[in-house]
């Protein structure tokens, strides 16, 4: 009994093995043929579109309403991500930025990004805004935006990105099934190396399907709010210059003003260069006392080096001759 019970025990589990790992094969090849039907769907007709390509006998006639009303769908069932920007000059950018944020926020958008510099005598200040708008909202916005001033110029770009939106859906649908069925398995499994398996191959399509995921999630935000620079400036302030005095109390009161700013800004200089000045005397000063000293110096030394050279000669000179 004991010689015969051991292959009946044996061999379910070698039959469970194989058949996890066949499971396996046949959850890779379902999704290579997934991926590989779902792109000659793209390029190759198919057996139903045979019979109408021509426009044959056994073609089906379709008004021009219905034919209107296939083409609004279609259209309507596109992804589109559209992006724009748009200048204008208003009296107070500041001002204006927060009515643009009003207005985006009533439409239910938000607002990604705001600077603003503040204005001064010559410069009349400035805001940028980069807004999200729902797609489907976007010109009522852009309307209500050009009441806030002039619109200098205006320019959106549109990216048709329906066909990675369609595969993106399609791929995270087949990682999803295929994700349950090793689930399944891995909840059937009893031998620890097919365990291990399915938990590393468990791992990495939860990990592609995450991926996928937040690719969507991101693609899904792009194509449903459009995104639109927004730059907020003003006219540079016109400084009003006077003209000149016209009577000759105006010219006194000119001129002394004039003299008076005169004089400040001689006395500024020489408060400026005062202590430079004064640096510059005492260095003079000391320079000048330097070559006093080695002058004196030198007058002493002079006639004590020229009395010896006097009296010399007088000491060598040869005798005369004898006298008779």
Sequence with gaps: MTTMSTPLLAAPRG?????????????????????????SSYGEPGVADAGFADGGADAPAFSDEESAEGTQRSTADRAVIITGTLYMTVEDPIVAADRAAGIVKNAGGRIDARSETAPDESYGGSASLTLRIPSSRLDAVVDDLRELGTVDQYSTDSYDVTTEVTDLESRISTLRASTKRIERLLAEAEDISDIITLENELDGRQAELESLEAHQRGLNDQVSMSTIDLSLTTEPVVIVEDDGPETFW???????????????????????????????????????????????????????????????????????????
């Design 250 to 324: 105006d010219g006194l009161t000119s001129g002394w003003d004039a003299l008076a700013t005169f004089l400040t800004g001689v006395l500024v200089v020489i408060g400026v260069l005062l202590p430079w000045l004064a640096l510059m005397a005492l260095i003079f000063l000391a320079v000048l006392a330097a070559i006093r000293v080695r002058r004196s110096r030198i007058a002493r030394r002079a006639p004590a080096a020229t009395a010896p050279t006097a009296t010399a000669p007088q000491a060598s000179e040869p005798p005369g001759p004898p006298t008779a």
């Design 15 to 39: 039959a469970r093995r194989l058949g996890v790992i066949a499971s396996l094969i046949a959850a890779a090849a379902m999704l290579t043929g997934c991926s590989s039907g779902a792109d």
